[in-house]
C-alpha cells in the first residue's frame, strides 16, 4: 500500500514563497507519475502541476512562472516551490501518485496540507 506525507504548506503574505514536499513509500516510484491539486473553499479539485519518472512536467496556466515541481527518485520525494504567491493560491495542497504498471492506473492521495496566502 502506498502512503503520501505531505509537509511545509502554512501562511504567507502575498508575493512570498512555500515549499512543498510529498515522501512516497512503496517500491514502484519509477513507473509513476506525481503531481500536487488543489481546491479552494466551495470549488472543484484542479491539478496544479506533475511531473513524470523521466522528469516531464506539467503545469496549470494559473501557476506557470510561478510554480516548479520536481523529484528525487532516490528520496521517493516531489517537491513544489511556490514563488509570487498570490491570495487566489489559497487550497488545501494534495499530493497525488499515479501508478501505471500496464493499462491500469492505481491513484493514491496525500492528505492535504493547508496553504494561506493573506493580502
Known amino acids: 500500500q502506498v502512503q503520501l506525507v505531505e509537509s511545509g504548506g502554512g501562511l504567507v503574505q502575498t508575493g512570498g514563497s512555500l515549499r512543498l514536499s510529498c515522501a512516497a513509500s512503496g517500491s514502484m516510484f519509477s513507473r509513476t507519475v506525481m503531481g500536487w491539486y488543489r481546491q479552494a473553499p466551495g470549488k472543484q479539485r484542479e491539478l496544479v502541476a506533475d511531473i513524470t519518472s523521466g522528469g516531464s512536467t506539467n503545469y496549470a496556466d494559473s501557476v506557470k512562472g510561478r510554480f516548479t515541481i520536481s523529484r528525487d527518485n532516490a528520496k521517493n520525494t516531489v517537491y513544489l516551490q511556490m514563488n509570487s504567491l498570490k491570495p487566489e493560491d489559497t487550497a488545501v495542497y494534495y499530493c497525488?501518485?499515479?501508478?501505471?504498471?500496464?493499462?491500469?492506473?492505481?491513484?493514491?492521495w496525500g492528505q492535504g496540507t493547508q496553504v494561506t496566502v493573506s493580502s
Open positions: 497525488n501518485l499515479d501508478y501505471k504498471p500496464d493499462i491500469r492506473t492505481f491513484r493514491y
